[in-house]
């Protein structure tokens, strides 16, 4: 007869997390969650931030709350495992730009940090989203739009935050589907997806909560905490 081992039916344990970083382990306002920063410096597993932000932002996030430099950002563009090594870089801005200078001709479009971005285009949040995604249509572009609701990224379909942390955790000897994903918004989907449970925070958009396997009912920086203890009391980290 064919049976599980009990401790395996019941034994579910995660090596690490990965969150998101605006609008996750922050207040409403964008400043860094303190509380939640303390709660994350009492863990005993890798600790990954995933973001579209820059990477050197990411790596700044990682130092200040007093991690190991293992980050994703740019949507999973831009991957680093240590503060001591380079990170890499996705081969994906060239199709950007393409996106970036056709949709320039109906949009007064603000780039945000240009000098420092270098594998997709994030874009400030003045312009008509849809508008913008029909007229993309009309090209034959391997690029789609993502709202963050903290900025408008225009980004390869092929390097998402999921991409980024299969990267990762193969850099760290790591599956993804070691990993539970905490996020609060469409650029997180991805990464839910590949890791082997996602948390969505109170605050995270109808997408990211129905890619959830649970949302938690705090909001922000708070919800992270309440993904953490959840996860603590179930025993799975
Ligand atoms: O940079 C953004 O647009 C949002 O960043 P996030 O992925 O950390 O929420
Ligand atoms: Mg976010």
Redesign the pocket.
């Known amino acids: 007869m064919f049976y599980l081992p009990i401790s395996n039916l019941f034994l579910m344990k995660f090596k690490a997390i990965v969150a ?5 382990i922050t207040c409403e306002k964008r400043e860094l969650h303190l509380e939640a920063v303390k709660k994350i410096r009492t863990l005993k597993l890798p600790f990954v931030l995933a973001t579209g932000n820059i990477l050197c932002y990411a790596r700044t996030a990682s130092r200040l709350i007093g991690l190991e430099g293992a980050v994703i950002a740019e949507n999973g563009g831009a991957v680093a495992v240590r503060f001591d090594l380079q990170g890499t870089y996705e081969e994906s801005m060239e199709e950007c730009e393409k996106a970036y200078s056709f949709l320039s001709q109906y949009f007064n479009l603000t780039k945000l940090d240009p000098h420092y971005r270098k594998t997709e285009i994030a874009l400030r949040r003045d312009f008509d989203l849809e508008k913008a995604r029909s007229l993309l249509k009309t090209l034959n572009l391997d690029v789609e739009m993502v709202d ?1 609701k ?1 900025a408008i990224h225009i980004k390869s379909k092929k390097v998402n935050k999921g991409v980024g942390l299969k990267k990762l955790a193969n850099m760290m000897g790591l599956k993804a589907r070691d990993f539970v994903a905490i ?3 469409a ?2 989907v991805e990464m839910f997806e590949v890791s082997g449970f996602g948390i969505a925070v109170g605050n995270g958009d109808e997408i990211i909560k129905e890619a959830a396997d649970y949302v938690t009912e705090a909001t922000y920086g708070d919800g992270a905490i309440e993904a953490i203890e959840f996860l603590e009391e179930k025993g799975w980290i």
């Open positions: 998101d970083i605006d609008g996750t963050t903290y996020g609060d918004s650029n997180d």
